[in-house]
């Protein structure tokens, strides 16, 4: 086929607007300081939430070891000893539920589920193909 006749010149929608050009168009998009500003805080939160969550789990350790030093050197009567060792319980479930979140796991967990079904679909059509 022959090219249209016309000035040789393409038509201003043949190729798409520079990405560049369309962000400093549009004002609503926070430019790359006000993200990396955003970011920063982000991440002093996240800092300051695992330095609180550090002192938490130290201080349970520390609570968790006198408690059970407390429990081999001392005759307690039943009720103490069977509050201290709730109490126990309690420190061990504050120190795993932190530390073993559903975020954690959410990657895995979806990846497996993928490739897990990606590989029964594979088998079933190399099953029919045979």
């Known amino acids: 086929m ?25 004002s609503k998009r926070p430019s790359d300081r006000q993200e ?3 970011a920063l805080r982000e991440a002093t939160k996240s800092l ?11 201080r349970a ?3 968790q070891k006198s ?13 103490e000893v069977k509050a201290i060792k709730h109490r126990l319980e ?3 479930l504050s120190l795993e539920s932190r530390l073993l979140s559903w975020r954690h796991f959410q990657q895995p967990f979806w990846q497996a589920i993928r490739f897990g ?3 029964v679909i594979i088998g079933w059509i190399l099953r029919g193909c045979t």
């Open 61 to 63: 350790q520390h609570q």
């Open 36 to 38: 990396f500003e955003i």
């Open 48 to 58: 300051k939430a695992v330095k609180e969550r550090y002192v938490e789990i130290r």
């Open 2 to 26: 022959k090219p249209p006749k016309g000035s040789g010149r393409l038509p201003a929608d043949a190729f798409p607007e520079d990405p560049l050009s369309d962000r400093q168009s549009d």
């Open 117 to 119: 079904g990606l590989g």
């Open 90 to 92: 309690e420190l061990e």
């Open 67 to 79: 408690l059970r030093e407390r429990l081999q050197h001392e005759d307690l009567p039943l009720s």
